[in-house]
């Protein structure tokens, strides 16, 4: 069975960082584009960062650009977020998407909590 499997979330204060990791299992995870989304209450669920197979490769929106960071490890069938300098306006749930190079379908996680307060 095909998972993703976000970790890494929680309550953390305006300027600080946290780092997320999500799992894959049950797929060719080297054929496959990965990307993390957000989505907070009321708004549309938003591209964060996007990177390629295996990894030379990676965008970001605007408003995260030089603050956070993706990264994968196709050993481990693990990519990342390392999320600096968080700002309340970075509060939402953050999901895991797996986009195949070639032909087939997407896969999408969970989703984690992020939450920056003070």
């Known amino acids: 069975q095909v998972q993703l499997v976000e970790s890494g979330g929680g309550l953390v204060q305006p300027g600080g960082s946290l780092r997320l990791s999500c799992a894959a299992s049950?797929?060719?995870?080297?054929?496959?584009?990965m990307n993390w989304y957000r989505q907070a209450p009321g708004k549309e669920r938003e591209l964060v960062a996007g990177i390629s197979s295996p990894g030379l490769s990676t965008n970001y929106a605007d408003s995260v650009k030089g603050r956070f960071t993706m990264s994968r490890d196709n050993a481990k069938n693990t990519v990342y977020l390392e999320m600096n300098s968080l700002k309340p306006e970075d509060t939402a749930v953050y999901y895991c998407?797996?986009?195949?190079?070639?032909?087939?379908?997407?896969?999408w996680g969970q989703g984690t909590q992020v939450t920056v307060s003070s």
């Open positions: 998407n797996a986009v195949p190079i070639y032909y087939g379908r997407e896969y």
């Open positions: 049950g797929f060719t995870f080297s054929r496959y584009a």
